[in-house]
Nanobody, 126 residues
Framework: QLRLVESGGGLVPPGGSLRLSCTAQGSSLESYAIGWFRQAPGKEREGVACTTGVSPTAKYDDSVSGRFTIFRDDAKNTVYLQMNSLKPEDTGLYYC???????????????????WGQGTQVTVSS
């Protein structure tokens, strides 16, 4: 059974950078599309970025496009989210999620994903 573990969150000042990791246990990520989501206090969970399985392509929410990059290292069974030029509004609990299907074109809807990690906190504040 697939288990996802996020890491890399922390406290960073505005303009700073963080790299989040989503490592899979129990199954190879090669067969999955992976999405990154975030949830701020009092707000709904929203999609940030996703990547497909085969011939990786990526999709980003407009709020992070040009600042965030999602990429995968299948040899390490890990998907990363590189976050640059962070803003206070990027603060939230960040989750990764998986959906099986190497050819599925990934999307940013929470309901499209089957397996979720426990999240890692990102706080952008001076």
């Amino acid at each position: 059974q697939l288990r996802l573990v996020e890491s890399g969150g922390g406290l960073v000042p505005p303009g700073g950078s963080l790299r989040l990791s989503c490592t899979a246990q129990g199954s190879s990520l090669e067969s999955y599309a992976i999405g990154w989501f975030r949830q701020a206090p009092g707000k709904e969970r929203e999609g940030v970025a996703c990547t497909t399985g085969v011939s990786p392509t990526a999709k980003y929410d407009d709020s992070v496009s040009g600042r965030f990059t999602i990429f995968r290292d299948d040899a390490k069974n890990t998907v990363y989210l590189q976050m640059n030029s962070l803003k206070p509004e990027d603060t939230g609990l960040y989750y990764c999620a998986a959906r099986i299907g190497r050819h599925w074109v990934c999307g940013l809807r929470t309901g499209a994903y089957d397996d979720w990690g426990q999240g890692t906190q990102v706080t952008v504040s001076s």
